[in-house]
């Protein structure tokens, strides 16, 4: 009862300007870098920063029980072209993602979809993941995990995908025709580092106090 009573006076008197600028939902697909088999749906909350630069904060779904489980940074193709190359190398692209229609924003109209996925599609995602609920940890244990997108096809398990698109009551294959027109730039080659047997993740490393 006292936790609802202070929800209720959060929901009334604070401000919540940063959640507000959230405004647009996208669900896709990761999987673990390194880990080609760790794939999962991920439903991803996104606010412009800028016309370069989008932030977005990840659940495991979209109900009232959904949990944080990451967060992805979204570069322009100019910004994420000035950085050096190490840090490319944690970065994915997003040509495929949208090409594949395995990015959909649901429910807003198509053609507002059709002029966001354009956009995307030139940009880079950096993504971690902090709570790792489809491996059915109960807390976010660890070290965050560096997270990629995927970049052909045959590399996604596709029952994931037709069941998203069920639920959501979409189709994939009429969403990548939908898209056909979109232009998809060359992909930078630093990034997707996985590809080339790049595999970077974080570690957690205890150090002696000086």
């Not at 322009?76 to 490319?88: G, N, W």
């Not at 979109?182 to 150090?207: C, F, H, L, N, S």
Request: proline share 4%; aromatic share 8%.
């Amino acid at each position: 009862m006292t936790t609802r009573a202070l929800e209720a006076g959060a929901d009334l008197l604070q401000d919540k300007t940063p959640l507000q600028a959230l405004d647009t939902y996208m669900d896709g697909f990761h999987f673990y870098n390194g880990d080609f088999n760790g794939q999962m749906e991920a439903h991803h909350y996104c606010g412009h920063l800028s016309e370069k630069v989008i932030q977005c904060v990840i659940f495991d779904g979209n109900g009232k029980d959904a949990k944080i489980i990451g967060v992805e940074y979204v570069l322009s193709r100019e910004l994420f072209e000035a950085l050096p190359t190490e840090e490319k190398h944690l970065w994915h692209s997003h040509a495929y993602e949208v090409r594949s229609g395995q990015l959909i924003a649901p429910r807003i109209p198509r053609v507002a979809e059709h002029e966001l996925m354009k956009k995307l599609a030139t940009t880079y995602g950096k993504t971690w993941h902090t709570w790792h609920t489809d491996r059915h940890e109960e807390i976010p244990s660890g070290a965050p995990t560096l997270m990629m997108g995927f970049t052909r096809d045959g590399q996604i398990d596709e029952q994931m995908v037709a069941e998203r698109d069920e639920r959501f009551g979409v189709s994939s294959t009429a969403i990548r025709q939908n898209r056909a027109d979109i232009d998809y730039p060359p992909i930078d080659p630093d990034a997707d580092a996985w590809q080339k047997g790049v595999i970077m993740q974080a570690e957690i490393r205890r150090e002696d106090a000086r």
